[in-house]
């Protein structure tokens, strides 16, 4: 079964800078999603990203998706205090939101 | 906003024991799922349920575990015999529809089996 890796895996940034997260994954996919994560909590649904699709936005989060190198990388622009959290990758092979999550990506934000 | 709501929050259990996990997905939600995620593993599939019926289960999903939506706004998973590798934070989530790929989730339900 195809699985998400995220890297790097943790990343320590000033706010204000910009914070970019990669993921791979092995096998095709209708769909990859990312997800964030504060510690102890839910997983909160950020942006879906569909296979036909190349970049997507949506208020500071841009997603790209490259099907030929079976990746994709999230950028935070202009990132804050309350960014501070885990990034996961997930991707969906059947549109069944059957979702494979990579192991994560940790993002501290210094104020 | 409507949000996904799950009970309780933490529970711990003797090894062998039964716990039920409970979830109250939103409301005009049709798919449901449960995740589990092992302290400091990845988040794994483990079931989704549409129309009263399982519609898919991986391979962690064996005969140990069930699910249920007894009512229209519950949606529980039963673990059996609970084994000491079933420690982990287990969410549920839902989604409308499969072509919005969004799944809503939980707070999640921290299971510690002693």
């Known amino acids: 079964s195809q699985q998400g890796e995220e890297d790097p895996q943790a990343l320590s940034i000033q706010e204000g800078e910009n914070a970019t997260m990669n993921c791979s994954y092995k096998?095709?996919?209708?769909?990859l999603q990312w997800y964030r994560q504060n510690s102890g909590r839910g997983l909160v649904h950020l942006i879906l990203?569909?296979?036909?699709?190349r970049e997507k936005h949506s208020g500071r989060l841009r997603v790209t998706l490259d099907t030929s190198k079976k990746s994709s990388s999230l950028l935070i622009t202009a990132s804050r205090a309350a960014d501070t959290a885990s990034y996961f990758c997930?991707?969906?092979?059947?549109?069944?939101?059957?979702?494979?999550f990579g192991k994560g990506n940790q993002v501290v934000v210094i104020p | 906003e409507p949000e996904v709501t799950q009970t309780p929050s933490h529970q711990v259990t003797q090894m062998g024991q039964e716990v039920i996990l409970r979830c109250v997905p939103i409301?005009?939600?049709?798919?449901f799922y449960w995740y589990r995620q092992i302290l400091g593993q990845k988040v794994e599939f483990l079931v989704s349920?549409?129309?009263?019926?399982?519609?898919?289960k991986s391979e962690i999903f064996d005969d140990q575990f069930s699910v249920e939506r007894p009512d229209g706004s519950n949606f529980t998973l039963k673990i059996r015999s609970t084994k000491l590798e079933d420690s982990a934070m287990y969410f549920c989530?839902?989604?409308?529809?499969?072509?919005?790929?969004?799944?809503?989730f939980g707070e999640g339900s921290r299971l510690t089996v002693l």
């Open positions: 989530a839902s989604s409308f529809s499969l072509n919005t790929g969004e799944l809503f």
């Open positions: 409301s005009n939600h049709l798919y």
């Open positions: 096998t095709s996919i209708n769909n």
């Open positions: 349920f549409y129309n009263n019926e399982i519609s898919e």
């Open positions: 990203i569909r296979s036909n699709e």
């Open positions: 997930a991707t969906d092979a059947l549109g069944n939101n059957r979702l494979a």
